[in-house]
């Protein structure tokens, strides 16, 4: 059974940073695309950044030049660097497979990004 779990979340202030990582159990990652979700107040999920199995990278617009994913799949971890994060960046950020085969979703890991 596959396990996702998140951390890393937390409250900062506008402008400021954060490091979420994922780790994966129950499955060898280095053979997949893995993706970041988040779903913000009242908002449906939506998929912010995903990285190949060959570490070729996606971003949505409105993350994009701040936020970098990245892989360790000697870990089978996942991580997500947020830089100059912004009220809009609320959410609870959780890691999947970029696939319309998902695994079933973690607890996620909250982001408030209030002053």
């Known amino acids: 059974q596959v396990q996702l779990v998140e951390s890393g979340g937390g409250l900062v202030q506008p402008g400021g940073s954060l490091r979420l990582s994922c780790v994966v159990s129950?499955?060898?990652?280095?053979?997949?695309?893995m993706g970041w979700y988040r779903q913000g107040p009242g908002e449906q999920r939506e998929l912010v950044a995903s990285?190949?199995?060959?570490?070729?990278?996606y971003y949505a617009d409105s993350v994009k030049g701040r936020f970098t994913i990245s892989r360790d799949n000697a870990k089978n971890m996942v991580f997500l660097q947020m830089n100059s994060l912004k009220p809009e960046d609320t959410a609870v950020y959780y890691c999947?497979?970029?696939?319309?085969?998902?695994?079933?979703w973690g607890q996620g890991s909250r982001v408030t990004i209030s002053s």
């Open positions: 129950g499955i060898t990652i280095s053979d997949l695309d």
């Open positions: 990285i190949t199995r060959g570490t070729t990278t």
């Open positions: 999947n497979r970029d696939s319309s085969r998902r695994f079933s």
